[in-house]
């Protein structure tokens, strides 16, 4: 599948100090079932990639952040997806899981947790736990 063909996806990556926010998702899920990610999603066809980032966040976690000024953080792709991903340190309302149908849990996991979760992708480790522990992204 070429990268045109690929699915757009955003995701955040929501630090609290030394913590990251990650949403498990449901074993039922179709894609990626039964592993801790970050809170995203696809961009609807004419959307910009910002503005989805904000719609996702508000729809998975019930919170809201600003649009991303700058260009993502962090790149991640897969044969089917191209997932873009930003820092985002700061918020307004408290995160909650807002959508049961897709994650049956959400929590904040600091560095030394990171390495017991199954995660949904493999450069995941590595990179959270640089995020977490080193200098900012």
């Known amino acids: 599948m070429d990268s045109d063909a690929r699915a757009q996806v955003v995701a955040a990556f929501l630090r609290d100090g030394n913590r990251v926010l990650l949403c498990h998702r449901s074993a039922t899920r179709r894609w990626c079932p039964d592993v801790w990610d970050l809170?995203?999603?696809?961009?609807?066809?004419?959307?910009?990639?910002?503005?989805?980032?904000?719609?996702?966040?508000?729809?998975?976690?019930?919170?809201?952040?600003?649009?991303?000024?700058?260009?993502?953080s962090h790149h991640v792709s897969g044969a089917t997806y191209d997932m873009r991903v930003w820092l985002v340190d700061?918020?307004?309302?408290?995160?909650?899981?807002?959508?049961?149908?897709?994650?049956?849990?959400i929590a904040w996991f600091d560095a030394t947790e990171l390495s017991g979760l199954r995660l949904a992708h493999d450069s995941y480790l590595t990179t959270f736990t640089s995020v977490l522990t080193g200098p900012p992204w």
């Not at 700061?90 to 849990?105: K, L, M, Q, R």
Request: hydrophobic content about 35%.
């Open 39 to 72: 809170p995203g999603g696809h961009i609807d066809p004419g959307e910009r990639a910002g503005a989805a980032l904000v719609r996702e966040v508000r729809e998975e976690l019930g919170i809201a952040v600003a649009e991303p000024s700058g260009p993502p």
């Open 90 to 105: 700061s918020w307004a309302g408290t995160p909650v899981n807002a959508a049961p149908d897709e994650h049956d849990d």
